[in-house]
T-cell receptor, first 115, second 113 residues
Framework: KAGVTQTPRYLIKTRGQQVTLSCSPISGHRSVSWYQQTPGQGLQFLFEYFSETQRNKGNFPGRFSGRQFSNSRSEMNVSTLELGDSALYLC??????????????FGSGTRLTVV | KQEVTQIPAALSVPEGENLVLNCSFTDSAIYNLQWFRQDPGKGLTSLLLIQSSQREQTSGRLNASLDKSSGRSTLYIAASQPGDSATYLCAAMFSGGYNKLIFGAGTRLAVHP
């Protein structure tokens, strides 16, 4: 069973640019969540999607957005990049109604560096 | 405010030692608690998931317990090995926040030969 796939693995962007990250969940998982990990703040929740609907959002500015497609794949977008957006962005998928209800599987992450 | 705390922040032990990592949470209305392992620069690997109706879970040399009344979870690692060196994170899902994990800051473990 394939795991959670995130692309790209690494990105270098310039301040002011925008970036789109992609996540393919485990087959059958309809919940996809995004987290930001930085040395100073640790792991922080960005948002969660279920069946193409955003159901929860963390405390991040509106520059951070996302969406989910009908095949459960998800993208997150960050516009007008700032230096402080440099982080490891992790995607996780979950099956709320499966045997391991709300057990999360994470991808390897996308390392974003803003210069 | 719902918070998760991990103690200690770092731990260094000789190979073969049994060890306990601690995780505490502020809200007893917990839905589940999950332990993860993270190697440097990598994503998270799920180790154990404990639902609120369970007291503990075991996988190989790992055993995790959950005590909702005291707001604590422990991860027990038996006969530690150098390959266990990593950062261990606990994350709680609280009732009412079914689709959001709140993470502790992690315990950085080093097991030396």
């Amino acid at each position: 069973k394939a795991g959670v796939t995130q692309t790209p693995r690494y990105l270098i962007k310039t301040r002011g640019q925008q970036v789109t990250l992609s996540c393919s969940p485990i087959s059958g998982h309809r919940s996809v969540s995004w987290y930001q990990q930085t040395p100073g703040q640790g792991l922080q929740f960005l948002f969660e999607y279920f069946s193409e609907t955003q159901r929860n959002k963390g405390n991040f500015p509106g520059r951070f957005s996302g969406r989910q497609f009908s095949n459960s794949r998800s993208e997150m977008n960050v516009s007008t990049l700032e230096l402080g957006d440099s982080a490891l962005y992790l995607c996780a998928s979950s099956d709320p109604y499966g045997l391991n209800s709300w057990g999360y599987t994470f991808g390897s992450g996308t390392r974003l560096t803003v210069v | 405010k719902q918070e998760v705390t991990q103690i200690p922040a770092a731990l260094s032990v000789p190979e073969g030692e049994n060890l306990v990592l601690n995780c505490s949470f502020t809200d007893s209305a917990i839905y589940n608690l999950q332990w993860f392992r993270q190697d440097p620069g990598k994503g998270l690997t799920s180790l154990l998931l404990i639902q609120s109706s369970q007291r503990e879970q075991t996988s190989g040399r790992l055993n995790a317990s959950l005590d909702k009344s005291s707001g604590r979870s422990t991860l027990y690692i038996a006969a530690s090995q150098p390959g266990d060196s990593a950062t261990y994170l606990c994350a709680a899902m609280f009732s009412g926040g079914y689709n959001k994990l709140i993470f502790g800051a992690g315990t950085r473990l080093a097991v030396h030969p």
